[in-house]
């Protein structure tokens, strides 16, 4: 089969692998039908992930179709439709049972990781039977790649972490894939303001079209101040934060108002400041999350009744052969336009 192979920092081919086998009796095979390509994905390529090794198929999104299940499966036959969850968990563990999938002592964030992944024809999936979610029939099958990782991330991470409120002033920093998650999320509790902050003029129109009240361009480094002076001086009652870096960090903690919570999604490679001087008097509450993917069952339910509709967030579509490409166009989204990139297996 053809899959999509890391061999090292700065370096990926489109490479001919056989096509895997069961290996634990909690194993499923899926045969791709559609998978996608996250910011992770280049973190890893990066050398960012140390877990991740050189001959790795990377991938942790995606839909399918089963095709074998091991002797323990119960919850699903070859020819079932499924998301596979970017999260394995093993169901059994403390951390699972406590409903912290993404800390599963045998599985977590292990999919294009620590095991082979989604971007290939087939992927070994462990612990299907709650790691694998059907898929009712009449569902849009593109718009489920979204509910492998980004939804629930935007979702978890952002808006229950950030306990997003009705009327409650909402700030996300970042307008990726996975602020645009947050902010398509956040609208399920009615916030009277959601507020996006970027750099890139066509992900904040793509924010305004998708229900931002506010968007500011931070080129000139000014988002916390005109934030503050929307307010009133009293800031948000909650601040995402979807980037990853110290700057951005730093911006929700100018901005959160007493009482406030800053929930942050960003993977940080780097320390970022931790200004107490000036928040040690304000109530606030910092969260941060891998994300677990408990709410990816409520979230197919509110896909299936259009409550929300992630497919708004694919900008392009790639077959499998021309994985390459999808990455280029993926990797150089200012230029592009990318958000999200669907490759067909
Ligand atoms: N916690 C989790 O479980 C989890 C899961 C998936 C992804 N993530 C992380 O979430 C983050 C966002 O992911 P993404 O795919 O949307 O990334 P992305 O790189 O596509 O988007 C980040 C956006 O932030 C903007 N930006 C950069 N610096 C900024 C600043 N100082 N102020 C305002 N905007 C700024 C960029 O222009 C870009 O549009 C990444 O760090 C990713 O690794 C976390
Ligand atoms: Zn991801
Ligand atoms: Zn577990």
């Known amino acids: 089969m053809k899959a999509l192979v890391y061999q090292g920092p700065g370096r990926k081919a489109l490479e001919d692998r056989p096509k895997p086998a069961i290996a634990a009796p909690t194993d499923a095979i899926v045969k791709i039908v559609k998978t996608t390509i996250c910011g992770t994905d280049l973190h890893i ?13 990377l991938g942790h999104e995606g839909v399918g179709i089963v095709d074998e299940v091991g002797s323990a499966v119960t919850a699903f036959r070859p020819g079932d439709r499924v998301i596979v969850s970017c ?18 002592v045998n599985g977590g964030w292990i999919l294009g990781n620590a095991i082979d992944g989604t971007q290939a024809e087939y992927v070994r999936t462990p612990f299907a039977d709650t790691s694998l979610h059907r898929i009712p029939a009449g569902v849009d099958e593109e718009a489920l790649v979204m509910l492998s990782d980004i ?6 991470c952002g808006v229950l972490n950030g306990k997003v409120q009705p009327g409650s002033t909402v700030a996300i920093i970042g307008a990726g894939p996975i602020g645009l998650a947050a902010l398509l999320t956040a609208q399920f509790f009615s916030p009277a303001e959601i507020i996006m902050v970027d750099f890139d003029e066509n992900r904040l129109e793509v924010a305004t079209r998708l229900g931002a009240t506010t968007v500011i361009n931070n080129n000139d480094g000014k988002a916390a101040e005109k934030i503050l002076k929307m307010t009133d001086g009293r800031g948000v009652d909650t601040a995402i934060e979807a ?18 919570i800053i ?11 931790l ?71």
């Open 87 to 104: 999260i394995s968990s093993c169901g059994k563990c403390d951390y699972c049972r406590k409903g912290m999938y993404s800390h599963c």
């Open 45 to 57: 390529l990066k050398g960012d992930v140390a877990t991740c090794t050189p001959g790795r198929i």
């Open 151 to 156: 939804l629930p991330t935007g979702f978890e």
């Open 243 to 260: 980037v990853g870096v110290p700057a951005s960090f730093i911006t929700c903690e100018d901005i959160v108002a007493p009482g406030g």
């Open 263 to 273: 929930a942050n999604i960003g993977v940080h490679g780097v320390k970022a400041d």
């Open 275 to 345: 200004h107490l001087e000036k928040l040690w008097d304000r109530n606030i509450a910092i969260t941060t999350r891998l994300v677990d993917t408990v709410t990816t069952p409520m979230l197919l339910k509110t896909l299936q009744s259009r409550k929300v509709d992630p497919r708004r967030l694919i900008t392009h579509r790639f077959k499998l052969d021309k994985i390459l490409e999808a990455y280029e166009t993926f990797g150089h989204a200012a230029q592009t336009n990318a958000l999200k990139v669907v490759v067909e297996a």
